[in-house]
Structure formats: structure tokens, C-alpha cells
């Protein structure tokens, strides 16, 4: 017997067991119900406290079918809201090996750590404003931008302009070592650390957490 809220492949599509998970369980959302494609993966409804819905994520490995509105977010006040697709918390986690892929919003002011990592990475703004914060320049990014990271480029994102920024972000995973410079610029924005590190424990230590849950400005992304 599946566990409350999973959804799995039948042989005429995905069906949801606990429809009232699926449809309208998200705040700001109303229904939209619609047919779900077949998968061969299985596919777990969230729920958290006061019987919100928070979002699907895999349960097993293989592959699966999305969309990024009924998918699981995360987010946080200081450091947007970001869905990465995966299952890092899972019992056992379900995670891309071979590249990482995250919708990330930003809205202004908010931003992550002035970073540098072994991996190559590739970001694409598909809307709102944001400035890319570069080997020590700072430049402002628009819709249909591209940055191409090579891997040790120091980088963050801030959130700029009059609303919410999307940022597609894809991401090797080859190797995990990183790295965390002090950088005036980016402690203009609270984007950099106190004391140089290659401890990304050090670093996120007095940095907010993410918490699951979808960003308050919910209904004024492009697929609300």
C-alpha cells in the first residue's frame, strides 16, 4: 500500500490517491486540475503544517514529468525561493548525479553568497531584473541573459529592479569543492562572507535557512 499522497504510473497515466492533495492545496492557487502524463517514476505530495500542500518530489529514481507550479519550493526572506527538482531530504534522497537544475527567484535585495566552485555552472534569466555579481564587477541582467561560469569564477545574484527575478540555474556535478571569498562588493548587498573559508559549513552558519514552502509572491510568477 502506497504511503498518503504518492503518485504513481498506471496504464493510463499518473494518478493521484489523495486527489485533494493535487488539486487547490496550494495557497494562492485555485484548481487545475489537468491530466498528468505517464511516468515512471513516483512522484510524493508534501504536505506540512495546517494541511498545506508544499509540492511533488521523487521518491525513487527514473524519470518524470513536472510542472514547476506543482513542484516542491523552498524559500527563504533573505535568499529567495528556489525548486530544485530533486529529493535531497528524502528517506532515501533522490538527486540528479550527473548535473543539478533550479528555478530560482529573487526578489529585489534579495541574493546568496559571493561564491566559487569546481563545477561548471550556466544561468539564464527568463524574467524580472537581477545583478550578477562577477570576479570583483557587477552587472545587471534582463531577460534572456546569459552567464556562463567557468568553473573557480567567484559569483552571486541579487535581486534588482521593480518585482520578482527567474533564473534558470544548471549546474555539474562533478566535484564538491567550493569556496568562499571576502568581497566588498558583495557585502555591499549581504552577499559576502566575514572570513575567507572552503567550509561551506562555515560559511552558511549564521545564514538563514530555507524553509519548504512557496515564496509569499506566489501569484505574481509567470506560471501562478
Same mark, same amino acid.
Given at each position: 500500500m502506497l504511503p498518503p499522497g504518492v503518485i504513481t504510473a498506471g496504464e493510463n497515466g499518473l494518478e493521484p490517491r489523495h486527489p485533494s492533495l493535487i488539486q487547490g492545496s496550494f495557497p494562492n492557487a485555485g484548481p487545475h486540475r489537468r491530466p498528468v502524463p505517464r511516468c515512471e517514476n513516483r512522484v510524493r505530495a508534501r504536505s506540512a503544517a495546517r494541511g498545506l500542500r508544499i509540492g511533488l518530489t521523487p521518491v525513487t529514481q527514473g524519470w518524470f514529468v513536472v510542472n514547476v507550479r506543482d513542484a516542491e519550493w523552498w524559500f527563504s526572506e533573505r535568499r529567495g525561493a528556489r525548486c530544485a527538482f530533486e529529493n535531497e531530504y528524502g528517506e532515501p534522497p533522490v538527486e540528479f548525479a550527473q548535473f543539478g537544475i533550479t528555478v530560482t527567484v529573487l526578489e529585489p535585495g534579495q541574493t546568496g553568497l559571493y561564491h566559487a566552485e569546481s563545477n561548471q555552472e550556466a544561468f539564464l534569466?527568463?524574467?524580472? !531584473?537581477? #545583478?550578477?555579481?562577477?570576479?570583483?564587477?557587477?552587472?545587471?541582467?534582463?531577460? %534572456?541573459? @546569459? @552567464?556562463?561560469?567557468?568553473? /573557480?569564477?567567484?559569483?552571486? @545574484?541579487?535581486?534588482?529592479?521593480?518585482?520578482?527575478?527567474?533564473?534558470?540555474?544548471?549546474?555539474? *556535478?562533478?566535484?564538491?569543492?567550493? *569556496?568562499?571569498?571576502?568581497? !566588498?562588493?558583495?557585502? +555591499?548587498?549581504? #552577499?559576502?562572507?566575514?572570513?575567507?573559508?572552503?567550509? %561551506?559549513?562555515?560559511?552558511?552558519?549564521?545564514?538563514? +535557512? @530555507?524553509?519548504? !514552502?512557496? =515564496?509569499?509572491? /506566489?501569484? +505574481?510568477? =509567470? %506560471?501562478?
Amino acid at each position: 500500500m502506497l504511503p498518503p499522497g504518492v503518485i504513481t504510473a498506471g496504464e493510463n497515466g499518473l494518478e493521484p490517491r489523495h486527489p485533494s492533495l493535487i488539486q487547490g492545496s496550494f495557497p494562492n492557487a485555485g484548481p487545475h486540475r489537468r491530466p498528468v502524463p505517464r511516468c515512471e517514476n513516483r512522484v510524493r505530495a508534501r504536505s506540512a503544517a495546517r494541511g498545506l500542500r508544499i509540492g511533488l518530489t521523487p521518491v525513487t529514481q527514473g524519470w518524470f514529468v513536472v510542472n514547476v507550479r506543482d513542484a516542491e519550493w523552498w524559500f527563504s526572506e533573505r535568499r529567495g525561493a528556489r525548486c530544485a527538482f530533486e529529493n535531497e531530504y528524502g528517506e532515501p534522497p533522490v538527486e540528479f548525479a550527473q548535473f543539478g537544475i533550479t528555478v530560482t527567484v529573487l526578489e529585489p535585495g534579495q541574493t546568496g553568497l559571493y561564491h566559487a566552485e569546481s563545477n561548471q555552472e550556466a544561468f539564464l534569466v527568463l524574467s524580472g !531584473e537581477c #545583478a550578477l555579481l562577477v570576479e570583483g564587477e557587477e552587472r545587471r541582467l534582463r531577460p %534572456w541573459d @546569459f @552567464f556562463n561560469s567557468s568553473p /573557480w569564477t567567484e559569483h552571486a @545574484f541579487v535581486g534588482a529592479g521593480e518585482g520578482p527575478c527567474v533564473i534558470l540555474m544548471v549546474g555539474s *556535478h562533478s566535484g564538491p569543492e567550493g *569556496h568562499y571569498p571576502v568581497s !566588498e562588493l558583495a557585502a +555591499r548587498y549581504g #552577499a559576502s562572507v566575514a572570513e575567507e573559508t572552503s567550509d %561551506w559549513r562555515q560559511a552558511y552558519a549564521t545564514v538563514e +535557512r @530555507f524553509r519548504r !514552502e512557496q =515564496p509569499p509572491i /506566489w501569484a +505574481r510568477l =509567470p %506560471w501562478a
